[in-house]
Each structure stands twice: as structure tokens, then as C-alpha cells.
């Protein structure tokens, strides 16, 4: 059975919770008690996605989301919403009248599914998906635990 933290009965669209069968499917999406699908672009869905209990219709692995468009990866810059990360995105603009390039970044909101674990400072890399909320356009795919270069700081210029 799925955890149940909200008001509302959570279930996943796909799975018949009353049947008699028990067991978990070795496909994806097909029998079991719990829905999951392989994303493709060469991303792995997480062992969290397939063996876990949480219930997010957001989700990549497990909800009705496809990923289609820009992927881009990221710097964590904050992980103080409920499944909603800001990405720090850091790249360089070409100034013509100088000829030279100038750091620039742009902040992206990304839903981030209950199976992956993201701190500040954590390497993301991000989908695009439909819009999931008036600001929220991506979908975390894939995060890279944040090792020495954590302590360059939070606003550092960690592009390349």
C-alpha cells in the first residue's frame, strides 16, 4: 500500500489496488502493485521509483509526465519547498563591444520526485516536461551528490 500523507486517498492511475493477484511485475508498467516506466534518454529509473511506496502524479518514473525538450544541468541553490528545487544555471554571454564574455545565470524551479534525496549543492540535471504549476516547467532526472565542490559556495561560478 502507498504512504498516505495527504487528506485525499492517493492511488496511481494505472494500478488496481482490489485484485487478488500479488506480486510484482518484472516489466515496466506491466502487473505488480506499483506503476513505473523507463523515461529512455538514457536515464535510469531509480531503484526508489521502482521498489518505493510514495505516490507523486509529477513524477517522471512513476506519474504522467513525458520529458521532451531542453535538458539542463545545474547547481542546487534551494531545497526549501515541498518537492520543488530552485537550479542555479550558470553560463557566459558575449558582449560585442568589449569582445569578451561576461558570467550570467539564471535561477529554474524543478519538481523534484520523492525519490531522489537533493541537498544545496548538489549537481542536477533537469528536464523539461508540460507546465506542472504556474512557475515549474522542469523535472529532476538524475542528481550527483555535491563532493569537494561544495565548498566553493553558494552563488560561486561553477559552469565549466
Not at 504512504?3 to 493477484?21: D, R, W
Not at 536515464?43 to 502524479?57: C, L
Not at 550527483?144 to 561560478?157: C, I, V
Amino acid at each position: 500500500m502507498a504512504e498516505q500523507t495527504e487528506k485525499a486517498f492517493l492511488k496511481q492511475p494505472k494500478v488496481f489496488l482490489c485484485s487478488k493477484k500479488s506480486g510484482k511485475g518484472k516489466t515496466p508498467g506491466k502487473g505488480g502493485n506499483r506503476y513505473w516506466k523507463n523515461i529512455g534518454l538514457t536515464y535510469k529509473t531509480p531503484r526508489e521509483a521502482v521498489e518505493g511506496t510514495y505516490i507523486d502524479k509529477k513524477c517522471p518514473f512513476t506519474g504522467n509526465v513525458s520529458i521532451r525538450g531542453r535538458i539542463i544541468s545545474g547547481t542546487c541553490h534551494s531545497a526549501k519547498m515541498m518537492r520543488t528545487i530552485i537550479v542555479r544555471k550558470d553560463y557566459f554571454h558575449w558582449v560585442k563591444k568589449y569582445q569578451r564574455y561576461e558570467k550570467r545565470h539564471s535561477n529554474i524551479p524543478a519538481h523534484v520526485s520523492p525519490c531522489f534525496r537533493v541537498k544545496e549543492g548538489d549537481r542536477v540535471t533537469i528536464g523539461q516536461c508540460r507546465p506542472l504549476s504556474k512557475t515549474v516547467r522542469f523535472n529532476v532526472l538524475k542528481v550527483s551528490q555535491a563532493g569537494s565542490s561544495s565548498a566553493l559556495g553558494k552563488k560561486s561560478f561553477t559552469g565549466f
